[in-house]
């Protein structure tokens, strides 16, 4: 049977994307003054007005606006931006249901972990495609500023036969550029310095009979926030799975480890990538649940869709006896209380072999 599977990816200069990467520098900095700082603090764009917003608890003192300004810059920015900031203390009832004689989870919620073993990085193909393009996007526009701006998008969409990865179907591409700039020149430029460069990666997957959609809008030269409005937490597929997993619904961005939406997720692709690569399946998915005030999770399952060497019931025995699903294990496991967090907020959180928690652990038996 023939299914096609698609995900897609977005660059730096998406406006969502952008408050991501804002939220997460404004983490890391917290972290590098205070390594128990609780933050969640977000933000939102449009055109040029940046609203600053949420909760934090820590000692550090944080510029924020010199923070957020230093990464519009960086992103292509030439523009000055009207910031307002609106801020509070974390709330005293999750402060004290966190902060125990063992740390707690600062939320209730449900993550998602996957695997396959589909290619080198353990992750669905499409996903991974989606955001190796990105990134020589944003590689190339650099190099060519006068041409091309922060503002993409990708998707790639990957025929299975029997769930098997076959072949690539279509490559679609959205690329700000300067006006005036022909569609032909684009179209070239896209093909020959981004696209063809990636799939030389991929030649595992038959590409003779790819469908190639290059900025199909026509004019793409209003971009970032001048052409739409952005906040924290609205590409949550993106940065995961690209939709061939599930999702628990909690964002990433802004959060720090105590926060288990991102240490619990974090975490469950940790054991369901030991598990794929210990070669107890072909493919897995791991799924969590916690209460805010407790330090264990309420659930821990594992679906192998059946492609597991061992039963399900008998590979979540093996899970348990190997992995400590409390909060202050995973954030000491993983090491979660470094600011490498403005690292994950573009290109996927997963399938980056730089991140701890994309480094199997051995599993006993």
């Known amino acids: ?67 957020a300004r230093k990464v519009l810059k960086d992103i292509g920015y030439t523009n000055e931006f009207d910031i307002t900031k609106i801020l509070s203390q974390q709330s005293p009832n999750i402060a004290n249901a966190v902060k125990k004689q063992e740390l707690c989870a600062n939320d209730q919620g449900i993550m998602f972990g996957y695997a396959t073993d589909e290619n080198k990085y353990f992750m669905p193909y499409p996903i991974i495609i989606a955001h190796k393009l990105v990134k020589a996007y944003d590689d190339f526009r650099r190099k060519n500023s006068q041409k091309y701006f922060a503002d993409a ?29 022909e569609h032909e020149t684009i179209i070239n430029d896209i093909k020959l310095e981004v696209i063809n460069p990636v799939l030389k990666e991929f030649s595992q997957l038959n590409t003779d009979n790819i469908k190639y959609i290059i900025n199909p809008s026509g004019e793409f030269y209003i971009w970032g926030s001048f052409s739409d409005s952005g906040c924290v ?45 210990n070669a107890l399946a072909k493919k897995c998915e791991v799924e ?32 348990l006896k190997n ?27 997963f399938g980056r072999d730089e991140f701890s928690w994309e480094k199997p652990k051995k599993i006993s038996l």
């Open 323 to 349: 992995f400590d699903f409390s909060v202050s294990n995973m954030i000491k496991e993983l090491d979660l209380l470094n600011p490498i967090y403005s690292k994950t907020a573009c290109y996927g959180h």
């Open 233 to 277: 937490g609205r590409k949550i597929i993106v940065d995961t799975y690209g939709g061939v997993a599930k999702v628990g619904g909690g964002c990433f961005s802004s959060k720090n480890a105590t926060k288990v939406d991102r240490s619990g997720a974090y975490y469950a692709r940790y054991v369901a990538k030991s598990i794929v690569a």
């Open 288 to 319: 969590l649940s916690y209460a805010i005030g407790l330090a264990n999770p309420i659930s821990v399952e594992v679906n192998t869709f059946g492609s597991g060497k061992f039963s399900d019931d008998k590979i979540k025995e093996i899970v």
């Open 153 to 181: 998008k990708s998707q790639v969409s990957i025929c299975y036969e029997d769930g098997v990865p076959v072949s690539i179907d279509t490559i679609l591409m959205s690329v700000s550029h300067v006006k005036g700039l």
């Open 1 to 67: 049977m023939k299914k096609i599977i698609t995900s897609e990816s977005v660059n730096c200069g998406h406006p969502d994307k952008t408050c991501d990467i804002i939220a997460d520098s404004f983490l890391d900095e917290a972290l590098r003054q205070d390594k128990n700082s609780q933050m969640a603090v977000e933000c939102a764009i449009k055109d040029d007005r940046l609203m600053i917003y949420g909760e934090t608890t820590t000692t550090a003192k944080i510029n924020y606006e010199e923070i």
